[in-house]
């Protein structure tokens, strides 16, 4: 019907002929090209999601007919990377750390890399900042139990510390003295070494102690309290304690000895990798 | 509903041809000149030369996605100084805000890519097919040899135009003479292409084919920009009370009470917009002068004054109707609003350009390792670390000295250091990481304390310039 248009008198401009309550509502139509964009957005739509993966189903989604893949463009994003690296990696594993110069690629990459090894393997004990925990030594310190240069670090990352799976793990342990020990002769241990790290101490007690400290404790402790590093053993007179250095904590690990244990990591890290973190272990302030 | 038409009304239409005519005056000429100004800025910048030192590349204008950096003939802009960018960008919504409510859509008349690459487009549709009657004409004409020929030739035309501005696109994201040579030789890299391609073809479209569809549908301004104008804009606008009522026929009866406009349709037959300014104002009309230009020629003809079709204030409608003369443009213009945005426009351009001079040419960042808050060493000192970032602005390499000040007793060593003690040297035009240790010794109140203050210092060597950033030094407190 041509004759229906009603037009408002106010705009000038034709109503669509709806009414709500005296309310109309104007037609201002909407240009032709705009409803075929819509339309070339709909077919868009659907050819997308034949081409690319997307509607889901009971196990999976759909693959798209063109075998796109989040998953393997970031796997071949990652093998580019690698390739890219792949020389100065190799060049890291045959490296000799010593005397790998700081401004030396290799290093840096090394130090880059080591960070993200010890984040992925290390951090679960160590802690993400490497400032470890009770009973996980800190590794920003200056004090080591088996050694802070850059070969000690490298042994001990590769073959870890008392386990049954590398051969060439480092090894000592503690006895519990709770077994030896009277516990008068505990405490009076207990205020020797209280007396050589410099603490508040029962000197009476502690000169008892100093007996039996040398009897028992030197061998691995060093006559001062120094440590020994072939052996693990912590030094006694300084201000570090792994497992807490006051008089209770001290008796605990008298009594029943303390010592943790670390995974071999060259079983399961590669060459590049090992170094790598040696070298961001080494230079995080404490190294030798 | 009360009422339901047996046919509704058509939801949608199609666009109607616009064949804008050729037309002479002032405004027109000035359009030139901004078009061909503009134009030249935009194909020429990306290849200015600007020696700014061996390392550092020569592009006068270029934004170097990949190493972050943007450069402007002697500024150089690093991602964390992102606020000149964002301080530009206030300034220029400023400056739109100021003109619009001082002169109407200039922005869209004169200097608004659609608006100059669609008169670029139709400048080159009349060379090919002739002014506006020769166009209708053709349009009209069924398809032969001519037509095609005719059409052809301004499409290939108009491709070639938009590949040139796809292509200039991206010569501003990297070095413009190799890119240049790599794209013809087939060597650029596929993002290059497709960018070039994907700007040709909206350039193509929008100035060829969408023209004023891209502001009347898809483009905010419009609907903004008349928001902000007011009585006191100056636009363009008809003068109803002078050219009413209209009629063509002069000598007829009765003609002496016509107004001055001779209902020639000079001004809706150049219009880009294809619009009749007489209707008064309307959203679609960019204020492109050019039907002031054609009045005035038809004016200037009969014999009338010129200004029949003029930029004026709607403020001013009563006194002219009334016979008085308009009051002075500047008496328009400066009124609080634009005083306003002046000031606020001003005011941000001045800090921009202090900030600018004040840009110490030592940038240092201090990041304090927190985790842990603190080391205990072996003999009982405290230790805290900081990364500090100095970056060298410029095309050599500097040595820098590390130092710290605090009313407490520290100690302070460098990790990474240069030949001397304390001293760091960083590459040009790159950032260091510097690992910074500073101690207390356990008899010192830092060691004991939770948190003491101290400032890091870094020193130029060589100009003895320095910066200092306070942080914080944790204790066992
Ligand atoms: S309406 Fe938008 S696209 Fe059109 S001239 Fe104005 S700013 Fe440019
Ligand atoms: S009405 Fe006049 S100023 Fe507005 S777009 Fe048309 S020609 Fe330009």
Known sequence: MADNKDRDDVTGIDTTGHEWDGIKELNNPLPRWWLWCFYGTIVWGIAYTIAYPAWPLVNAATSGVLGYSTRAEVAEQIAAVDAQNAEVSARLASADLATLAPDDDAHRYGVAGGASVFLAHCSQCHGSGAAGALGYPNLLDDDWLWGGELDAIEYTVRHGIRNDVDPDARWSEMPAFGEIFEDEEIAATVEYVLSISGQDHDASLAEQGATLFEEQCTACHGDAGEGMRDLGAPRLSDAIWLYGGDREALTETITYSRFGVMPPWGQRLDEAEIKAVTLYLHQLGGGE | ?477
């Open chain 2, 1 to 477: 509903m009360t009422k339901s038409p047996d046919t509704p009304p058509a939801l949608y239409v199609a666009r109607e041809p616009i064949f804008p005519r050729r037309v002479k005056g002032s405004f027109r000429t000035l359009k030139w000149w901004i078009m061909g100004v503009t134009l030249a800025i935009y194909y020429l910048t990306p290849f200015l030369r600007w020696d700014r030192g061996p390392n550092l590349p020569d592009q006068a204008v270029l934004i170097d996605l990949a190493g972050r950096r943007f450069y402007f003939f002697w500024i150089e802009i690093w991602p964390h100084e992102f606020y000149f960018v964002a301080g530009l960008l206030i300034m220029a919504g400023l400056g739109l805000f100021l003109f619009t409510s001082a002169l109407g859509r200039v922005w869209c008349g004169y200097a608004c890519p659609q608006t100059v690459w669609t008169d670029l487009f139709i400048l080159v549709e009349r060379w090919i097919e002739g002014d506006r009657n020769a166009r209708v004409r053709l349009w009209n004409a069924d398809w032969s040899a001519r037509k095609l020929r005719l059409r052809v030739t301004k499409w290939i035309i108009w491709f070639l135009i938009a590949l040139a501005t796809g292509g200039a696109w991206v010569f501003y994201f990297a070095d413009a003479p190799t890119l240049l040579v790599d794209l013809i030789t087939l060597n650029a890299p596929l993002i290059a292409y497709s960018t070039v391609l994907i700007l040709a073809a909206t350039t193509f479209v929008f100035g060829g084919f969408m023209r004023e569809q891209v502001c009347n549908y898809m483009c905010p301004w419009p609907r903004i920009q008349a928001a902000m104008m007011d009585n006191d804009t100056l636009t363009v606008a008809y003068r109803h009370w002078r050219g009413e009522p209209r009629g063509k026929h002069r000598k007829a009866a009765g003609a002496e009470n016509l107004g001055d406009c001779i209902d020639c349709m000079a001004c809706v037959n150049v219009c880009p917009a294809g619009i009749d300014i007489r209707d008064g104002q309307q959203m679609e009309c960019i204020t492109c002068a050019l039907c002031i230009d054609a009045c005035d020629e038809v004016m200037e003809k009969i014999g009338k004054p010129r200004g029949l079709i003029d930029y004026l204030a709607l403020a001013d409608e009563e006194r002219e109707t009334a016979g008085a003369v308009p009051r002075p443009i500047l008496s328009h213009v400066l009124r609080p609003r634009t005083i306003l945005y002046t000031g606020m426009w001003s005011l941000i351009g001045v800090a921009l350009i202090y900030a600018l001079f004040i840009r110490s040419d030592i940038d240092l960042t201090v990041e304090p390792v927190r985790n842990p808050q603190f080391v205990t060493l072996s003999d009982g000192s405290v230790r805290n670390t900081y990364t500090v970032r100095i970056r060298n602005l410029g095309a050599e390499d500097k040595t820098f000295r590390i130092m710290l000040t605090s009313d407490e007793i520290l100690r302070i060593t460098v990790e990474t250091e240069g030949p001397n003690e304390g001293h760091v040297i960083v590459p040009a035009n790159e950032t260091l990481a510097a690992r910074v240790y500073v101690t207390a010794r356990p008899q010192d109140a830092a060691a004991k304390t939770e948190s003491t203050d101290l400032r890091l210092w870094v020193e130029d060597l060589e100009t003895d310039s320095r910066a200092g950033v306070a942080t914080i030094f944790n204790g066992k407190g």
